[in-house]
């Protein structure tokens, strides 16, 4: 069972990686709009690094309220679209391709995210 204080931590760490990954999948949607032609790991690099500012500063100030250092976020967040980009190529190779392979990348991280923001980043 989790603490009370673990629980709402989670939450906000839900609502921050939530907004964090709305404007990445929103980025990313955009991308593939106007450049239909664009490669898919292109568009969820693109969607990352627009993502990546709100996400660090919503972490700091809202889900673990401790100044956490960006260059541990960024070696946390890269890790991320590193595993993410493993996850979306054999998406593709299976077939999928457009949007829904990155959405499912993309939230498939999550959990690593959280775990590694938790317990090295924001201490």
């Known amino acids: ?3 009370q204080a673990e629980f709402w931590r989670l939450f906000r760490f839900g609502l921050v990686g939530g ?3 709305l404007i990445d999948l929103g ?3 955009l991308c593939l709009l106007w450049w239909p032609t664009l490669p898919e790991h ?3 690099s693109i969607g990352f690094f627009v ?3 709100f996400s660090f500063f919503g972490h700091r100030y809202v889900t673990f309220q401790r100044h956490g250092k960006v260059s541990k976020f960024l070696m946390v967040a890269l890790s991320s679209l590193g595993v993410r980009y493993v ?3 054999v ?3 299976i077939g999928l391709s457009g949007l829904l392979p990155i959405i499912i990348a993309t939230l498939t991280v999550t959990i690593l995210t959280y775990v590694l923001s938790r317990v090295w980043v924001f201490v």
């Open 1 to 3: 069972m989790i603490s």
């Open 19 to 21: 907004g964090a990954t």
């Open 27 to 29: 980025t990313s949607t």
């Open 42 to 44: 292109i568009v969820t």
């Open 51 to 53: 993502a990546f500012w």
């Open 87 to 89: 996850i979306l190529a």
């Open 91 to 93: 998406l593709l190779w």
